[in-house]
């Protein structure tokens, strides 16, 4: 039985605050998906209020059109009118997420399957199945929840609506907070990514970060570096741009497509190109891993899947047996989706990740310094040194651009690998500027790095993982899915530092600032 965590009126503002509730209607018959004892049947309860007409459930109080969930979370967690799942089962099938990328769909398979102690024929009953949707919506619930009762407030969503967009407004203000005030590990400190030196000038602390970008990728509008979302992930142009799908899909081509064609005459020939490749079996098998592939490489780019690429020199008959002094005028083409470039990740050398930012149209230089600047808005939060494979056009980017001083206030070292392998020596911003040997901050007495320069590079392994999972999503649940399992992984890494002796703690200066900065 489930009854609602109050039994009287809790509206101040009501005559019969405080007063007994009365049964609304018979119990309601309900599944319930539990962690130990699998899935059984239930009844729950629901109250109202005479006076206020307020409607009491085992997990809300509806009053008007708006739903308050009560404080805290409740053992069981409703995601469906008829269907609950235990707090602890929608735990484990977030971990699951998070430690083996593990979707919504074989989730809910997984737990079907394993209930072994059901009758064979209860199994193929419809309410003993738990479906993707119930574990999708179960995610987001517990999550807002836990983001509610972390905040000391209360979460409010419409009554009224689908499911599917019930929840999308209360995930747009987290996706917010998140963007703006950065991770509840923002203002996080540990030995293992601070460190005391001394010089010259006396002792103190220097501290680091790592950033890095990795291809994942959500659709988005076919307009380069546009961030309006689409209205669903299927479309190609957002509201603004949709007046682009009249044009060829040529680059630079302004004339209209042809009737059923998606471009012009003059490039009908790419289009008659791109079918036949389309069909052929190699590309097919190719699109499919791209497809399927779970953790991108810069080898694989899952942001430009081949169908949507079409790169020709203007004769299609075959290679010239000479080229051109001046070069084949080459045709480029998008039939498909246009993706967003990549996620961004800022993270500390113990592991933790602060920050997450997607890049629309490339990882360039500029957006990687926006970033810096917008991530750390705070006075004193700016790190003393930044690790980045490109820090030699970061700091080439910053010496010319008029009013930044970022690189005269910070180190900006190349991580040891890619400073050997990938950088020329003849550059005084490769030899010099941000050659990791130069800062003596970095090192340990014996000529050892005292930090993990290549952190964000092996957070990238575990953060591509989610490429499969993610890469259909809506613009609010993308953003929404990244921030929840990048703050359960800095859980799990601060529960680490903790057991390991490096002493995880926050620096208050920053903590609470962070509170107050907004845009």
């Known amino acids: 039985m489930l009854y609602p965590a109050t039994t009287v009126c809790t509206d101040p503002s009501c005559p019969s605050h405080g007063r007994v509730l009365r049964l609304w209607e018979d119990p309601k018959r309900v599944t319930m998906f539990s ?266 780019e899952p942001d430009a899947p081949v169908e949507e690429d079409v790169d020709l020199d203007d004769t299609l008959d075959g290679p010239c047996p000479e080229k051109p002094v001046d070069g084949n005028r080459r045709v480029r083409a998008r039939f498909g989706r246009r993706r967003t470039h990549n996620e961004q990740l800022i993270v500390r050398p113990c592991g933790i990740i602060t920050a997450r930012e997607t890049f629309y149209g490339a990882e360039t230089t500029p957006q990687v310094l926006d970033m810096l600047h917008k991530k750390h808005l705070i006075p004193g939060s700016m790190p003393r040194f930044v690790y980045y494979d490109n820090n030699c056009g970061l700091y080439k980017h910053c010496a010319a651009t008029a009013g930044e001083d970022l690189h005269t206030r910070i180190g900006l070292p190349v991580d040891v690998f890619h400073w050997k392998c990938k950088h020329k020596k003849t550059d005084v911003e490769c030899s010099f500027h941000c050659n990791p040997h130069m800062f003596p901050e970095l090192l340990n007495g014996d000529r050892s790095w005292y930090f993990n320069s290549s952190r964000a590079e092996q957070t990238n392994v575990w953060f591509g993982g989610y490429h499969a999972i993610v890469r259909e999503m809506g613009a609010v649940k993308y953003e929404f899915f990244l921030d929840e399992m990048i703050l359960r992984k800095n859980e799990l890494t601060r529960a680490k530092l903790e057991a390991e002796g490096w002493t995880p703690g926050y620096r208050d200066d920053i903590r609470f600032a962070g509170t107050n900065v907004s845009l």
């Open 35 to 300: 962690l130990a004892s699998g899935v059984f049947e239930g009844f729950a309860v629901a109250t109202s209020c005479r006076k206020c007409r307020a409607t009491y459930y085992p997990n809300y109080v509806v009053r008007g059109d708006v739903r308050q969930y009560y404080e805290g979370i409740p053992d069981y967690v409703q995601v469906a009118d008829h269907t609950y799942i235990e707090n602890a089962l929608l735990e484990h099938f977030t971990m699951l997420s998070v430690l083996s990328w593990t979707s919504s769909t074989n989730t809910a398979h997984i737990y079907h399957e394993s209930m072994s102690h059901l009758p064979s024929d209860a199994r193929d009953i419809p309410r003993f199945q738990l479906r993707t949707e119930h574990t999708s919506d179960g995610f987001v619930l517990l999550a807002l929840l836990r983001d509610a009762k972390d905040r000391g407030s209360v979460l409010e969503v419409p009554n009224s609506g689908d499911q599917q967009e019930r929840f999308k407004d209360a995930m747009i203000a987290r996706n917010r907070r998140i963007q703006f005030s950065g991770q509840p590990e923002y203002a996080h400190w540990c030995q293992k990514c601070h460190r005391r030196f001394d010089d010259d000038s006396g002792p103190h602390f220097v501290d680091c970060i790592v950033t890095d970008g990795i291809s994942i990728g959500r659709p988005c509008c076919g307009v380069q570096n546009c961030r309006e979302p689409l209205r669903t992930p299927q479309d190609h142009w957002c509201a603004r741009h949709v007046h682009q799908a009249a044009f060829c899909v040529v680059d630079g081509c302004c004339y209209a497509h042809r009737q059923g064609f998606r471009t012009c005459d003059s490039h009908a020939a790419v289009e008659d190109h791109h079918v036949a490749t389309g069909q052929a079996l190699f590309t097919l098998r190719m699109r499919l891993q791209r497809a399927q592939v779970t953790h991108p490489t810069d080898a694989i």
